[in-house]
């Protein structure tokens, strides 16, 4: 089995949660000493918005594939793209606020 049948909405949301809640845990420490946890909390912020990411990638996917369900799996595709979002935005916020010149040289090649 390929790693892209494996990964799924499931193990994207329980990774990406627990990274997220690793960043939560480590952002308040990450002030008082950041030259020891910097790699840490990028590494669980960037965990957690690449799993977002794919959760949002994952339900697109699902959306546009499957019609035939219908209205049965709404709540559930809102959930998920709500957890995405709640994975995702704030930690490219972060990652955004602690990286800068990594950032803004992207748009520039």
Same mark, same amino acid.
């Given at each position: 089995? %390929?790693?892209?049948?494996?990964? %799924?909405?499931? +193990?994207?949301? &329980?990774?990406?949660?627990?990274? #997220? ?9 990450? &002030? ?19 799993? #977002? ?5 994952? %339900? ?8 035939? +369900?219908?209205? +049965? ?30 950032? %803004? ?5």
């Amino acid at each position: 089995m %390929t790693f892209l049948k494996s990964w %799924t909405i499931q +193990r994207a949301a &329980g990774i990406g949660t627990v990274a #997220g809640l690793i960043a939560a845990a480590l952002w308040p420490a990450y &002030g008082v000493w950041p030259h020891l946890l910097e790699l840490p909390f990028i590494a669980a912020l960037a965990v957690a918005s690449l799993c #977002g990411g794919s959760i949002l990638w994952i %339900t697109l996917q699902d959306i546009a594939g499957n019609r035939g +369900r219908g209205n +049965r799996v709404v709540p559930i595709r809102v959930f998920d793209v709500i957890l995405a979002l709640v994975l995702t935005v704030p930690c490219i916020f972060e990652l955004r606020r602690i990286l800068p010149d990594s950032f %803004t040289s992207w748009g520039s090649f």
